[in-house]
């Protein structure tokens, strides 16, 4: 898979979610993603710097054009050293929440994308991995 | 960032409801002077509805669904029923593929669709005039 040249985005404040939702929507529409497919995209976006908000206070979301054989796509990839998940396979189910009535996302933000990796642990941040095939 | 001069949603009062039109991505302070605006617009009215006209919404995550639905209960403690108009429909999907709770929403696809749902659920019916 080749990389091309990427994005960095630093999230720290409200307004950083938002650079990150714009971005990413704007990236994936030059690299041919209908309309639709960008709004899911920059949601799973959305939803990913959200959370890093939420528990990690800080982080980082890196946007790279990606492109494999006869196919181009988009990397996502998200970084915190937040206090980590301590349960992965909990945290990938619906309905889950550790904090309140809103549960992490990640379920969804796995459908709405095609690639999903993540590598979380107490103390050691969450990092996560998305890509999107056009 | 602090931003002094936040985006205030219209709100305009019409068959007894509140409606207020949404054609902007939502940030949090928005929403704190939407939910403020909107209950002081329900007391002031008096009106027993709330229309969330929101077809120019085109990204909404949990956390903003979160939001909408706080403020919609709050509407319900001053004796207001939400209905949510003009969902697009990639709102829609993202909703239901982060799995937002959404069996309890009244929603329409478009305003006039709203106010005949409204009509009809506020206007005592000939029974209830004749008591």
């Known amino acids: 898979m080749e990389r091309m040249k990427s994005t960095w985005i630093r999230i720290g404040e409200e307004a950083s979610v938002a650079s990150s939702i714009v971005e990413s929507g704007r990236i994936a529409g030059t690299l041919g993603f209908e309309k639709k497919r960008q709004l899911m995209i920059s949601t799973a976006v959305s939803e990913l710097a959200r959370n890093i908000l939420k528990y990690a206070d800080r982080g980082e979301i890196i946007i790279t054009p990606i492109q494999e054989e006869q196919r181009c796509g988009i990397e996502i990839s998200v970084r915190d050293r937040g206090p980590g998940i301590a349960d992965i396979e909990q945290a990938m189910k619906d309905h889950v929440s550790s904090s309140g009535t809103l549960g992490l996302g990640l379920p969804g933000v796995k459908r709405m994308m095609d690639e999903f990796e993540i590598d979380s642990a107490l103390g050691r941040g969450t990092r996560i991995v998305v890509r999107k095939w056009v | ?131």
């Open chain 2, 1 to 131: 960032m602090e931003n002094p001069s936040i985006q205030r949603i219209p709100l305009q009062v019409s068959h007894n409801c509140v409606i207020a039109s949404i054609q902007v991505e939502l940030s949090e302070e928005m929403f704190a002077q939407f939910d403020k605006d909107l209950l002081e617009k329900l007391q002031d009215s008096g009106a027993t509805g709330i229309i969330l006209e929101l077809s120019g919404v085109e990204i909404m995550d949990l956390e903003d669904f979160g939001f909408l639905r706080r403020t919609m209960a709050k509407g319900k403690m001053m004796g207001a029923r939400t209905i949510i108009a003009g969902l697009q429909p990639e709102v829609v999907s993202a909703l239901i593929e982060l799995d937002a709770e959404v069996d309890d929403i009244d929603a329409v696809q478009n305003l006039d669709d709203a106010f005949m749902l409204i009509d009809a659920s506020v206007r005592p019916t000939e029974a209830e005039w004749n008591g």
